[in-house]
């Protein structure tokens, strides 16, 4: 693996720090293959703001290749990251941002609120993706961006935010400065994402624990709530196409997640792929799956943005 596409680990607090690590190590290569798809320098921008709520700066990180009057607007890709809803950074997906970057897209990474002891439950990082969405779609013409061709991508906690992007309309648009922008997204890519939060996931691993702690309640409590965070539960006509990555080994999200999902997206007449990586578990490594990752992600990003 090429040094320049390692990141340095460091420490990670909260719940299923193993999460925030997600595609660092096997989709780190695919940055390889993405990074030769492009020369053209990539513009990063770090650390914009996207909103204040509560006194949290929510930030954001842009990259994206010089425009030039004339040319097209742009596709944009919203990156959500993972970590249990309690750990991650924008950064984690910096290696697939660059890369798509350089293949013309506008590329956004995103950080939004994690759940800190009693503060940040659910729906604030709801609230805070469908607001980057938003925020997004009203720089459009500071960007050279198409708001009608917006693709959120998101791993693990950021695949279940990914997917509620997809599948749900704005849950607070009292901000006067956004309520004329819509948080539904174009299309989505989930990987590894839990999409139904009223079914227990593995306690063994953690996985349980971070879902009881985004929520903040018992199931017995408060059932309606996990149903109300659950994608699977608000799938209807106007859900946006999507493209799901699993894998069958996975020991924090069960693989039957992925296919019920999928399942019901279809039963609803909604645009579905899937791709089960045999033997993969809660990240994508051998290098063949990296392989089909990246002609699948491409292809599907073509297909529905038309980039």
């Not at 106007?238 to 999200?253: K, Q, S, Y």
């Not at 399942?263 to 490594?285: D, P, Y």
Request: net charge negative.
């Amino acid at each position: 693996m090429s040094n320049l596409t390692k990141r340095p680990s460091r420490p990670l607090t909260g719940i299923l720090p193993g999460l925030a690590l997600l595609l660092c190590v096997g989709l780190s290569l695919a940055a390889v293959w993405f990074s030769q798809q492009g020369s053209s320098p990539i513009k990063i921008e770090r650390d914009i703001s996207y909103g204040l709520v509560d006194g949290q700066p929510l930030l954001l990180d842009t990259y994206s290749i010089p425009w030039q009057p004339g040319q097209p607007q742009r596709a944009a890709l919203i990156f959500i990251h993972g970590g249990g809803f309690a750990a991650g950074d924008k950064q984690d997906f910096d290696f697939l941002a660059k890369g798509l970057a350089a293949e013309g897209y506008i590329t956004f990474s995103i950080n939004y609120r994690l759940v800190k002891d009693k503060a940040n439950k659910y729906p604030a990082q709801l609230d805070d993706v469908q607001r980057a969405v938003r925020w997004v779609r009203s720089q459009a013409e500071e960007y050279h961006l198409n708001p009608s061709r917006l693709c959120a991508i998101g791993g693990s906690a950021g695949g279940h935010l990914a997917s509620m992007l997809g599948t749900t309309d704005t849950r607070d648009n009292s901000d006067p400065t956004l309520s004329a922008y819509s948080s539904r997204v174009t299309c989505v890519v989930a990987l590894y994402a839990p999409q139904d939060l009223t079914v227990p996931l593995s306690i063994e691993t953690g996985a349980e624990a971070a879902v009881l702690n985004l929520i903040g309640q018992s199931r017995e409590a408060a059932f309606e709530k996990f149903r109300e965070a659950s994608p699977l539960y608000h799938i209807d006509q106007f859900t946006a196409p999507f493209l799901i990555f699993h894998g069958t080994l996975d020991p924090l999200v069960p693989v039957d997640q992925a296919q019920q999902f999928h399942a019901a997206l279809q039963t609803a007449g909604v645009s579905s792929e899937l791709i089960l990586f045999e033997g993969e578990g809660h990240s994508i490594e051998k290098p063949e799956n990296i392989q089909i990752f990246s002609e699948r992600l491409r292809a599907f990003l073509q297909k529905q943005l038309g980039q």
